[in-house]
């Protein structure tokens, strides 16, 4: 197992490509598809759930808008 982390570059790691989630969300992806030692299905899966995640967050960021909007509008 080290000898497989030390030959893999540090942008193939998996915990570089965790904090690139964490950090930039959906625009790491191209990181996990053009990382060779993972599978076909986890590439999709990760995708998947990288999208469905960042819709609901979307959602609810304009939701959060539309409320503090309204909040505004009874202030002023």
């Known amino acids: 197992m080290q000898d497989e982390n030390e030959k893999t ?3 193939f790691r ?4 965790i ?3 964490c950090s930039v969300g959906p625009l ?3 990181m996990v598809w053009w990382r060779p ?6 590439k999709i899966c ?5 999208l469905v995640l960042s819709y ?3 959602q609810a960021t304009m ?10 509008k009874l202030l002023g």
């Open 37 to 42: 030692q993972t599978s076909l299905v986890w």
């Open 19 to 21: 904090i690139a989630f």
């Open 56 to 58: 609901y967050l979307y």
């Open 63 to 72: 939701e959060s808008l539309r409320t503090l909007r309204e909040y505004y």
């Open 46 to 50: 990760i995708t998947i759930l990288t």
């Open 9 to 11: 570059p540090w942008y």
């Open 28 to 30: 790491a992806l191209p």
């Open 14 to 17: 998996t915990s570089f490509i």
